[in-house]
T-cell receptor, first 112, second 114 residues
Framework: AQSVTQPDIHITVSEGASLELRCNYS??????LFWYVQSPGQGLQLLLK??????LVQGIKGFEAEFKRSQSSFNLRKPSVHWSDAAEYFC??????????FGAGTILRVKS | KAGVTQTPRYLIKTRGQQVTLSCSPI?????VSWYQQTPGQGLQFLFE???????NKGNFPGRFSGRQFSNSRSEMNVSTLELGDSALYLC?????????????FGPGTRLTVT
């Protein structure tokens, strides 16, 4: 069965510092991977996606993620965090029938 | 292009009642999926509809049901509400039906069961 692990429940970074959020997946075939962000009381916004090809994908708001098949990872990165990036981030793998399997999420706190 | 809309945004119901939530997908999108989000269980897939047919279903009891109309709008129904059904219910739309298509989420309906 498909599964996604986000090992960090909370992460705190200083504004302007770099960020890396970890994501590991388990999937039998070529995975389709996504990162979503959720602000309090809001729905999910797609940051970026990986379907195939270049393993480094660029997304919105200055985020990028790197797919590493050997490590079953799809970590999200941002070189310089802004206070407005504080939110909860979800990694997901696309499974059969348009189903998304989500990780538990990582709450990002940004300190000034 | 308008995004995914969900109505109502907030609901308070009593145990044993039933509730219907509505989702209007992005224009042209034919697939609608529903998810339940709770602090304990996280985001869990309920079901997906495509062209008025349920294509996939998650591990939820039969009290949870849904349907899709010819204009792709979808509703989900929860009967005999339990306290544990309190959650944020999110719907997502995509086009066409394929697990690699990006899904766009609505703002959710916050259901509180008392």
């Amino acid at each position: 069965a498909q599964s996604v692990t986000q090992p960090d429940i909370h992460i705190t970074v200083s504004e302007g510092a770099s960020l890396e959020l970890r994501c590991n997946y388990s999937y039998g075939a070529t995975p389709y991977l996504f990162w979503y962000v959720q602000s309090p009381g809001q729905g999910l916004q797609l940051l970026l996606k990986y379907f195939s090809g270049d393993t480094l994908v660029q997304g919105i708001k200055g985020f990028e993620a790197e797919f590493k098949r050997s490590q079953s990872s799809f970590n999200l990165r941002k070189p310089s965090v802004h206070w407005s990036d504080a939110a909860e981030y979800f990694c997901a793998v696309g499974a059969y029938g348009n189903k998304l399997v989500f990780g538990a999420g990582t709450i990002l706190r940004v300190k000034s | 292009k308008a995004g995914v809309t969900q109505t109502p945004r907030y609901l308070i119901k009593t145990r044993g009642q039933q509730v219907t939530l509505s989702c209007s997908p992005i224009s042209g999108h034919r697939s609608v999926s529903w998810y339940q989000q709770t602090p304990g269980q996280g985001l869990q897939f309920l079901f997906e509809y495509f062209s008025e047919t349920q294509r996939n279903k998650g591990n939820f009891p039969g009290r949870f049901s849904g349907r899709q109309f010819s204009n792709s709008r979808s509703e989900m129904n929860v009967s005999t509400l339990e306290l544990g059904d309190s959650a944020l219910y999110l719907c997502a739309s995509s086009f066409p039906r394929d697990n690699k298509d990006e899904q766009y989420f609505g703002p959710g309906t916050r259901l509180t069961v008392t």
